[in-house]
């Protein structure tokens, strides 16, 4: 802006200075034009005094057109030329017709000023009548004007020249303190500023819109905080592409699931997300329709959800959900490993139960095996039994969790209970049974506290050896209670300690086959403990096993 002020401001001096340069040029001219048309007049008055008193006319003409005068014309009262200071009078027309000869031969004197055909430039005519009716003229060419005006040229262009460059000073002196105030406005706060009134609507303008943008700045922050704020609490990862498939927002679970770092927005998904799948299923949303992916990382099963995003009907972006499947995943696969397992378990007992009877059925037992055969049949039987009462405590414990009726329980009545009911077993395997502690009361589902207690003081007999002990102790502690069951008894394998909680996992094979159990009895007791957000341990030696159970007060304390 400045550029073009100064430069208007320059082409306006310049102009200015021309048309001034070429106005003083033309009144100096015409000055003086008019001051030779006025000396031609007195001229010409001289000479007429001086041809009327010569006493030679024709010397006195002579003498006139020597002089400095450019012509001197004689002319009859019927305009024939009678001399001529610069042609010869045979050559020239009849002067009748000139201006200033007709306006002399009508009041006396007459004045013109025109290009003479016989000289060629532009002459001031100065004509007298003469008392016998002719007519004496003078003229006098403008070449000795012209020439002196334009002799004052250069001059003239110096002194534009002068003016030019001042006015160059000038007009940058001018463009600066013109702008200086409109360059030293703050943005921020026009109003503070002090300059032409001119500006002020601008001003004013400005500093309403400012207050706007300050405005949508705050409603636009207020709106990333509450996303960043709901995103980054999610524990699924969420992702927001544009239609170039490059990230404008990703939250914290998502740069974690995905392993991707802090400068993940802004660059193509590709970079963080190798696999083609996931851009053939990101492609796909971007083409309309939602899809998924799943695939494995670090030992973690991810899911991607591609959702396209529409906006007036077209996809602008796509919107990417990162979930950790893992559980689910695992949960899918202990389900399927789960039925296949109580297939065999069922199909085991009942293929002996069947062998034994058919053998009996079909005579092929000898009658002192009939009666060893049908203890079998017996066992097996049990065998199922209790399996089925298991696995149907286990799938109600996968179906029930959420319809669970808590209620105060005090454990020590119930570890008393379980004690008296397992009293002539424990006896039988000559195991003794005992109970210390202090009453506690926690919340929990009665049936299930007493099937852990009852779970644990068993195994404790089953897996003890003659002689052996079982002790139960109950103790209150800070958040809830503290139940232990210690058995004296040959322990836990190590090799098969990890294993000991999970479905029909029995240690020892040889000695489980004369122990009776289906090997679930211990994934009910983590299970429960998981409902009542109880944590469940052991430590196991060949000098005794010991499982603790730390129980919270109430549902509202139970840890993980
Ligand atoms: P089971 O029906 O075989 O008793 P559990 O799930 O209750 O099934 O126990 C799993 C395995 O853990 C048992 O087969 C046994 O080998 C081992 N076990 C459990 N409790 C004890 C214990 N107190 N002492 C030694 N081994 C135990």
Not at 183 to 202: C, F, H, R
Not at 452 to 470: E, F
Not at 478 to 500: E, F, K, M, S, W
Not at 525 to 553: M, N, Q, W, Y
Request: net charge negative.
């Amino acid at each position: 802006m400045k550029q073009r002020i100064f430069r208007r401001m320059l082409a306006l001096a310049t102009l200015v200075a021309l048309l001034t340069g070429t106005a003083m040029f033309a009144l100096r001219w015409r000055a003086g034009l008019d001051e030779l048309a006025e000396q031609t007049s007195r001229q010409a008055a001289i000479a007429a005094a001086g041809y009327l008193h010569a006493a030679d006319p024709a010397v006195c003409l002579d003498a006139l057109g020597q002089s400095d005068l450019s012509r001197v014309t004689l002319i009859a009262a019927d305009g024939t030329v009678l001399y001529d200071s610069n042609a010869p009078v045979s050559q020239m027309e009849n002067h009748a017709d000139r201006p200033e000869v007709r306006e002399a031969q009508r009041t006396g004197n007459g004045q013109a000023v025109r290009i003479s055909a016989t000289l060629q430039s532009l002459t001031c005519y100065s004509a007298i009548r003469l008392p016998d009716g002719t007519v004496l003229r003078v003229a006098n060419t403008t070449d000795l004007l012209t020439r002196s005006a334009f002799e004052t040229i250069p001059a003239m262009l110096a002194v534009i020249i002068v003016i030019f460059l001042l006015s160059a000073l000038l007009a940058d002196r001018l463009t600066v303190r013109l702008v200086r105030p409109i360059n030293a406005i703050d943005l921020q706060n026009p109003l503070a500023a002090v300059v032409y009134d001119e500006l002020s609507p601008l001003l004013h303008r400005l500093d309403a819109q400012n207050r706007q943008i300050d405005r949508q700045m705050d409603e636009l922050r207020r709106k990333q905080i509450e996303f960043d704020a709901i995103t980054s609490g999610m524990d699924e990862g969420l992702i927001v592409l544009d239609e170039r498939l490059t990230v404008l927002t990703c939250n914290r679970a998502a740069r974690r699931l995905l392993a991707a770092g802090e400068t993940v927005v802004g660059t193509p998904l590709a970079v963080f997300a190798h696999e083609p799948p996931i851009g053939q299923a990101a492609a796909q949303a971007l083409a309309g329709d939602a899809s998924v992916y799943d695939f494995a990382r670090d030992g973690i099963q991810l899911r991607l959800s591609f959702s396209p995003v529409r906006v007036d009907g077209g996809v602008r972006g796509v919107v990417l959900l990162v979930l950790d499947v893992s559980a689910q995943f695992a949960a899918e696969q202990s389900r399927r490993s789960f039925t296949a397992n109580v297939t065999h378990e069922l199909k085991t007992p009942l293929t002996s139960v069947l062998g034994y009877a058919e053998m009996i059925r079909y005579g092929l037992a000898r009658p002192e095996d009939v009666p060893g055969f049908a203890a079998r049949i017996h066992d097996e039987a049990a065998r199922l039994l209790a399996l089925v009462d298991d696995i149907m405590k286990l799938s109600r414990l996968d179906e029930g969790r959420g319809s669970l009726d808590f209620e105060p329980v005090e454990l020590y009545t119930l570890c008393q209970a379980a004690i008296d009911r397992l009293e002539s077993k424990a006896s039988a395997q000559n195991v003794t049974l005992s109970l210390s502690g202090a009453p506690c009361t926690v919340s929990g589902v009665p049936v299930m506290l007493d099937e852990v207690i009852t779970n644990l003081c068993d195994n404790a007999i089953k897996y003890n050896r003659p002689g052996g002990a079982v002790r139960l102790t109950l103790t209150p502690t800070d958040a809830g209670a503290r139940l232990t069951v210690a058995d004296n008894g040959p322990g836990i394998a190590p090799a098969a300690q990890p294993h000991i909680f999970e479905r029909f996992y029995r240690a020892d094979a040889s000695r489980s086959r004369e122990v009776p159990g289906t090997g679930l009895g211990l994934s009910i007791v983590k299970h429960i403990c998981e409902i009542h957000g109880a944590s469940i341990r052991f430590e196991s030696s060949p000098a005794g096993t010991t499982f603790t159970v730390d129980l919270p007060a109430s549902p509202g304390d139970r840890h993980g």
